[in-house]
């Protein structure tokens, strides 16, 4: 019996540690985090999204912690034995399963239909595609298996140390706030597109208001050309030279360039690229709300509301022109 609880606890501390680690290293940057959540392709609103990895980042600490200090459903009591109860590893397994075939299901939806190549299963520090992800779920799965057949049956008598009890339930709490804590303190709690005034259709550009060098663009009033490129796009970077013939054409309206990325890699992509229109980086999670899959994407706005919009190349200037004349 020594030895099937022994094994049993040995599986729930590595399952617990694997749970921990994931939870600290999504709450060191929940933001990146986020973001990996919308490659799902299941969640685009981006306060959706910022609310979904705390819930993940607050419900995977609890598990781990649990798991690791050996916190379990207390059931029955013991005949004859006052003060003593038996204890089965229901809770935190039960919550541990369900989770992981959750994560399965949607790792394996999101590689099928939506390409995505790093599950987030430990934020952005460590990169892992959907198929080594599934395969450790599948093995976690395995563990906690191994660790509930290994306590079944053999649940031993424990007496009831209200102070054991206490201190495992603060540690559970304590640990589970400080990663939640620690994600919300790193999460921006800025409002997320905001659709500008209540009309009908929503304005979800009028939100931008793009100042470059002095000069500013109000995106809610009157007609632009947006480009939502990726600073360490290929494609975006090709699709700047026809860009920039817009910029070129009279009778087009402005091009604006909102990007996604950083101040070095934003100052690398203007060097290579050599746009001839206002470029600035936006919030991440702005910008995949914005373009569906992957960038570029060019939308041709009027009044902060979207009139059409291009994947992966431009149209012609020509083109566009006929476009706006129509329309």
């Given at each position: 019996m020594w030895r099937s609880l022994h094994l049993s606890r040995c599986t729930e501390c590595v399952v617990g540690l694997v749970f921990l680690a994931s939870a600290i290293l999504k709450a060191l940057d929940v933001q990146s985090f986020a973001l990996q959540i919308s ?289």
């Amino acid at each position: 019996m020594w030895r099937s609880l022994h094994l049993s606890r040995c599986t729930e501390c590595v399952v617990g540690l694997v749970f921990l680690a994931s939870a600290i290293l999504k709450a060191l940057d929940v933001q990146s985090f986020a973001l990996q959540i919308s490659y799902y392709g299941v969640l685009r609103d981006p306060a959706a999204v910022r609310v979904i990895a705390l819930v993940v980042v607050g419900v995977e600490s609890l598990i781990g912690a649990m798991l690791l200090v050996n916190s379990r459903w207390e059931v029955g009591s013991s005949a004859g034995s006052r003060g003593r109860l038996r204890t089965i590893p229901i809770v935190p397994h039960a919550l541990a399963v369900i989770l992981l075939i959750g994560f399965t299901g949607l790792i394996a939806y999101a590689w099928a239909f939506e390409g995505l190549e790093d599950c987030g299963c430990f934020g952005k520090f460590i990169k892992l595609s959907p198929g080594p992800s599934i395969i450790k779920n599948l093995l976690m799965l395995l563990l906690l298996v191994v660790a509930w057949g290994a306590g079944r049956g053999k649940s031993r008598e424990e007496p009831v140390a209200l102070a054991a009890r206490m201190l495992r339930t603060a540690i559970i709490v304590v640990c589970a706030a400080l990663i939640v804590a620690l994600g919300v303190y790193e999460t921006p709690g800025e409002p997320i597109r905001q659709s500008g005034q209540s009309s009908d259709p929503p304005r979800p550009f009028a939100q931008f208001r793009v100042e470059v060098d002095g000069q500013s663009w109000d995106l809610g009033q009157g007609e632009y050309l947006v480009a939502m490129l990726s600073t360490t796009c290929e494609h975006c970077v090709a699709m700047v030279s026809a860009l920039n013939r817009m910029v070129e054409t009279p009778g087009l309206p402005p091009v604006i360039g909102l990007m996604l990325g950083d101040e070095d890699t934003l100052t690398e992509f203007r060097k290579q690229a050599e746009p001839h229109f206002p470029t600035v980086l936006v919030d991440a999670l702005k910008f995949v709300s914005f373009i569906g899959k992957v960038p570029p994407r060019l939308f041709y706005v009027r009044d902060g509301r979207e009139v059409q919009f291009w994947d992966n190349e431009a149209p012609s200037p020509s083109d566009l022109l006929g476009i706006m004349q129509s329309r």
